[in-house]
């Protein structure tokens, strides 16, 4: 098992309160799973993976629980999930996943964002080809005798597994499976008595794009404003 290939990370929010957005981020996740599923976490394997996304954010379990009562009742808010795509300056391909109740405003953010920073935003279709979307796991590997665990996630879906660090260059383990296998490896997990870490669809690029020094600050620029914007769950590019 060998290191996984991950896109650059970068120092996100650096201008304003990442827990605060982290929180409302899960706390739309929640609204959503609930909606579709129900409140009972038992019963409802979104909303548990959720839960457990979470706690690798230090969202506080009243806060957690609040938001489960909130997305229960009649007043909730309806959230339509809506993915952009488009090409942020020196041609790096970028999807942006949002969550929000007003798409009018949302897109309007969306492309004035992408225009302000020289970049396009695309039509459906126009760079998603560069993505494959993944269920991805990540987990605290002590405890975990790694070459076994992958035999058996093999005949859970596992596509890839390697090593990886978290935000603060804690060792993790990542492990990928197709999006269609998703509840499948996370049922396989919870069988083996392991809590990932976080536990999320994610868009993997397949075909990064590297750029000098200067050229990736641009771009990564208008991803942390994108990042910023209410309506935006999680931004993906294919910048190396």
Not at 136 to 141: E, M, Q, S
Request: overall charge negative.
């Amino acid at each position: 098992m060998g290191r996984i290939f991950e896109v650059r990370k970068h120092a996100m929010f650096a201008r304003w309160n990442r827990m605060a957005k982290q929180f409302a981020r899960i706390g739309k996740d929640i609204t959503i799973a609930v909606k579709a599923g129900g409140p009972d976490p038992n019963t409802n394997p979104t909303l548990r993976r959720v839960i457990q996304n979470s706690r690798a954010v230090n969202m506080p379990k009243d806060k957690v629980e609040a938001a489960i009562k909130r997305a229960s009742g009649k007043d909730a808010t309806n959230f339509t999930e809506v993915l952009y795509e488009g090409y942020a300056p020196h041609g790096v391909a970028v999807l942006v996943e949002t969550a929000t109740d007003n798409p009018t405003r949302t897109v309007a953010n969306v492309r004035s964002i992408f225009t302000k920073h020289n970049g396009n935003l695309g039509t459906a279709n126009s760079v998603s080809f560069q993505f494959k979307k993944m269920g991805v796991f990540r987990l605290n590997p002590d405890g975990i005798d790694q070459d076994d665990l992958e035999l058996y996630l093999i005949d859970h879906g596992l596509e890839e597994m390697g090593e990886s660090t978290g935000e603060k260059g804690e060792p993790q383990i990542v492990a990928r499976c197709n999006f269609p296998e998703f509840g499948q490896m996370q049922k396989a997990l919870e069988d083996r008595g392991i809590a990932p870490l976080s536990a999320e669809h994610e868009y993997i690029c397949l075909t990064p794009t590297e750029l000098p020094e200067e050229q990736a600050t641009e771009v990564l620029e208008m991803i942390d404003k994108l990042e910023q914007d209410d309506d935006v769950q999680k931004v993906y590019h294919t910048l190396l």
